[in-house]
């Protein structure tokens, strides 16, 4: 079997997000991370020029085309990152009780005073507050406030600061904008190039969102929002986020600063819960296999950490550094999407139907009704394929938040939908623009599936849809068949 046509016979339900980076951004080494198993790619605009992004764009889509795959391309703002400027030779090292100066004026840092990216430090800090740098390998304490604008710190938790290290505040809240300068260049990029995706981070409140989503329908894109969760306010107004924005990420890096680290399990198993319940795509990001930038093998944490996201349900699980800048970002894929798979095929009962039914309250019940039992169907009829229609991704998100057992095949009119629905759980998406009549259409959709080797004579396959056709309801019906 060629690595193609193995390629397009693998399928893993829960779907794969790569962080491009020096590592893997050439087309050889994306189309490597493609077949091993990638759904998703994501560009990280903390990092890189736009020309250099643009590239990678093309080199995903010239993928995209040549496999025949639809891999999906997130575009990730870097947000109000707060982060020391240069450091004198990469290296501070400092020590417990040492005092330093954070000033908000351009300087090389040393022991007597560091450059801060956030102008407001003072105003916004009071004495007492911790300040951890580098995702809380460094801890230091507000000892005061100068009148011109500097901060002094106590050295509470020593090592070494190196060159644009992040900072947390974790006792202040940020008077920063959730969309930065930089943060708007980047949307127009993500905007001219037609991301599938943009990723909005340390959202704060329900206004964040909907700052970038005026931004979006102002210049007619069609790229869905993701909010990324990593601070303690956003967790607050969860409910709230997670309704206004079209997909969560769980983003354990800032989370774990911000927040006392035991607390975040429970928060990532809840917020899983929380997006299921809602229909929204949920990623569980950050450290996932970290030790796999510079090793082959992943610790047996990582290994159970990849495991228990699966089992709770996220729809995918994303690599950072371990992808962007490490060693072996094809083996760290590959063996990713084993755990999955092992998960997958022979650990865990994924239908959720019994937990997770349709809400009475919510606007689109009897939809919603409609897609339970289409699924719940499937399971008792021990179905080949479950098929869905959608326009607006709503019913392929529905359909997958019940995580049936069998394969989900999504079909639609929307091309960019087609890859965006990569990164819902179990959704394969079949463009198809015909509208006549209903029984052709499923009829049609049946045929498709088979000549893919999807389906086979005698399969039985539950088809969901919406009658009147010309009408394009929200689905009303679903139909039970068997192959011919």
């Given at each position: ?22 590592a ?147 006792d202040?809240?940020i ?17 001219k ?41 956003a967790?607050?107004?969860i ?12 983003a354990?890096?800032d ?65 950072s ?15 990713m ?11 865990y ?56 057992k ?26 198809y ?35 009147p ?16």
């Amino acid at each position: 079997m060629s690595q193609n046509q193995d390629f397009k016979n693998t399928h893993h339900k829960t779907k794969i997000v790569a962080t491009v980076g020096p590592a893997c951004d050439s087309y050889d080494q994306l189309k490597k991370l493609v077949i091993a198993g990638v759904n998703v790619f994501r560009l990280n605009f903390s990092h890189g020029s736009h020309e250099d992004k643009k590239q990678i764009i093309e080199h995903i889509r010239g993928i995209n085309q040549e496999l025949e795959c639809s891999v999906a391309i997130l575009g990730d703002l870097q947000g109000p990152k707060l982060r020391v400027g240069e450091i004198a030779d990469n290296r501070l090292d400092v020590k417990a009780g040492d005092i330093l100066t954070f000033t908000n004026e351009k300087c090389i840092g040393t022991l007597e005073k560091i450059y801060v990216s956030y102008p407001n430090l003072a105003g916004d800090v009071i004495v007492g507050n911790t300040i951890m740098i580098d995702d809380g390998k460094i801890e230091v304490m507000v000892s005061s406030v100068e009148k011109n604008g500097d901060v002094k710190v106590k050295v509470t938790l020593g090592g070494i600061i190196s060159s644009k290290k992040g900072i947390n505040l974790p006792d202040t809240k940020i008077s920063l904008p959730a969309l930065t300068e930089k943060d708007l260049e980047d949307a127009d990029f993500i905007i001219k190039e037609k991301l599938d995706w943009v990723a909005l981070s340390f959202v704060k409140r329900v206004a964040d969102i909907e700052m970038l989503r005026e931004i979006l329908i102002k210049n007619n894109s069609k790229a869905k929002i993701i909010a990324k969760i990593e601070m303690p306010e956003a967790l607050t107004n969860i409910r709230d986020i997670i309704n206004a924005s079209d997909a969560i990420m769980i983003a354990r890096g800032d989370l774990g600063v911000e927040l006392p680290v035991e607390k975040i399990p429970l928060i990532q198993k809840e917020l899983i819960r929380k997006c299921l319940h809602r229909a929204k795509p949920v990623i569980v990001a950050t450290q996932m296999m970290e030790s796999m930038i510079d090793r082959v093998k992943p610790n047996r944490s990582e290994i159970t950490d990849v495991a228990n996201a699966v089992i709770e349900g996220a729809d995918a699980v994303m690599l950072s550094g371990e992808t962007a800048t490490g060693q072996f970002p094809v083996l760290v894929i590959e063996t990713m999407r084993k755990i999955i798979n092992e998960v997958e095929l022979n650990g865990y009962k994924y239908n959720r139907a019994d937990d997770f039914k349709p809400q009475s309250h919510s606007p689109s019940f009897l939809s919603d009704a409609v897609c339970y039992n289409g699924c719940k169907l499937a399971d008792d009829s021990d179905a080949q394929a479950i098929v869905g229609m959608t326009q607006s991704g709503y019913t392929a998100f529905m359909l997958s938040s019940f995580r049936p057992k069998a394969p989900l095949f999504i079909f639609t009119k929307e091309k960019t939908l087609v890859n965006q629905l990569s990164l819902s759980w179990g959704v394969k998406t079949i463009y198809y623009n015909k509208e006549e009549s209903l029984d052709n259409i499923i009829k049609d959709q049946i045929q498709i599936l088979k000549k893919l080797g999807f389906v086979k004579k005698d399969d039985v396959v539950v088809n969901t849809g919406s009658t009147p056709v010309e009408l394009h309801l929200p689905t009303n019906i679903i139909k039970i068949n068997r192959v011919e």
